[in-house]
């Protein structure tokens, strides 16, 4: 028996032992490891092996040069911090508190509560920041965030009556993430969505309280949570793994690409009403896709004609098929007073199957409210075809090409038929013209002629407007003419305009690679540049 309750004790009394070393440990060793406040001195009191040390300190504006410092961003974030600090820990509990709910009930745990919740009277501090100049529409920037905080976020669960807490504090936090906001569009907050990264591999730092005692005092533990939790940070945010936030929706005004062509037969009308008091009808249709700026399209006019035929081909740049329609206006053309309108209906896109073409015979009606008695008298009926051809998606295994002198490019294949040439007008820098400088930019491509808005007194004018052709072949043996002109204020009673230089672009790279965008000297210009983005779809 002395042999078995021997054992028994050891066998008992050994855990019991260590864990009663591990509290003592924790309770009255721990805290005395500590780190204490530095020391602070003057840097004419340190020797070349502490200034070698604190290198690593130094800001980053002060190593580098192409990073800046932005004191006054930090001192806003000081000023706001006591407010920042409330808002964030109140979407921290409402956050939290339905991912809590799912584990009451369970487990024996009776309730999850928030005791303490502060992120401390310290903030976030920037190092430096650094400005990436893109050629693309959007902004590259990367700042270094130190954040230092004395935080205390104290967790209470009670199990069985019994109530565990578990205590995080003193958080440090060494980032330099990268942000990228694109693209950037005329409507507040200028950028439709947000791109975060990391390009270093974080640190992170905390103290950890269980029962009152530091878990992270506990030799070799301590820099085991540390190196995983960086390492599993690192593993889902380190670049080039982005996680992006979406800021604006269509609705919200975000720029949307192109994603197809619609061909649009208008082939007849039938049974239209009379208009004219002596005569019939001179009827013509306006057609133009919902959410676009561009003016309509219309067919010709049909003289003293109630049953017309057109059978004429227009061709749309669609950019939403899921929400856009198709919006067509019937009127009777007037030589002096303004046009009746005979009719309108819509047709949603999509309905549309791609690259199968589609008859719709529309009833026209008044207007496109359904409450609206009018709408049931006859007003007619118009025969369209439809056609929705999206565009063919990049080949990401097109063949590399070497030239002569061994310079390598990559050779997209050029199917044939048609696509949308979009020519993206930017910006120009140092025109200047020597009566006046209201730039503005004049496109001419097959006859055709877009303007951008005038820029009143502007040497450096940004316009970011964006225009669509839409042709039946590639323009391998086509240029593009782009010109830069000043003109006068409408309201004097002459108008001069004045031209501040021009380029001429061979379209044989367009359609080669798909897009190019580049910075070009304008000629006839002393200094002046244009900024020019220009793809090609084909469908």
Sequence with gaps: MGLVGGILGFVLGLPLGLAAAYLVYLRFVAPRRRLQDPVIRPLRDLDHETLQTMVQDIPLWVKYPDYERIDWMNKFICDMWPFLDKAICKIIRGVAKPICDQYVGKYGIESIEFGNLTLGALPPTLQGIKVYEMREKELVIEPVIRWGSIANVTVDVKVHSFKLSAQLLDLHVMLTPRVTLKPLVPSFPCFASLCVSLMEKPHVDFGLKLLGGDVMAIPGLYRFIQEQISKQIAIMYHWPKVIEVPILDGASGATKKPVGVLNVKVIRAMNLPKMDLLGKSDPYVKLRLSGERLPSKK???????????????????????????????????????????????????????????????????????????????????LVVELTFDPF????????????????????????????????????????????????????????????????????????????????????????????????????????????????????????????????????????????????????
């Design 299 to 381: 067919t010709s006019v049909k003289m003293s004609n109630l049953n017309p035929e057109w059978n004429e081909h227009f061709r749309l740049v669609v950019k939403d098929p899921e929400t856009q329609v198709l919006e067509l206006q019937m009127f009777d053309w007037e030589k002096v007073k303004m046009h009746d309108k005979m009719g309108v209906q819509v047709i949603p896109l999509r309905l549309l199957t791609p690259y199968e073409s589609k008859l719709f015979t529309l009833d026209l009606l008044r207007s496109m409210n359904p409450n609206d008695q009018q709408n049931k008298k006859n007003r007619g009926k």
């Design 392 to 539: 063919r998606e990049e080949n990401s295994t097109s063949p590399l090409i070497s030239d002569v002198e061994g310079n390598i490019s990559l050779k997209r294949d050029v199917p044939d038929g048609g696509g949308v040439l979009l020519v993206s007008v930017e910006n120009a820098e140092d025109v200047e013209g020597k009566r006046h400088t209201n730039p503005y930019a004049v496109v001419l491509f097959r006859g055709e002629k877009r303007e951008t808005k005038v820029i009143r007194k502007a040497r450096d004018p940004r316009w970011n407007e964006e225009f669509q052709f839409v042709v039946d072949e590639a323009p391998m043996d086509e240029k593009i003419h782009i010109e830069i002109r000043s003109r006068r204020g409408r309201l004097l009673p002459f108008r001069t305009q004045e031209s501040l230089g021009h380029v001429n672009i061979n379209l044989v790279d367009v359609v080669n690679n798909g897009r190019i965008n580049e910075k070009y000297h304008l000629i006839n210009s002393r200094n002046g540049k244009l900024q020019l983005e220009i793809k090609w779809n084909t469908v």
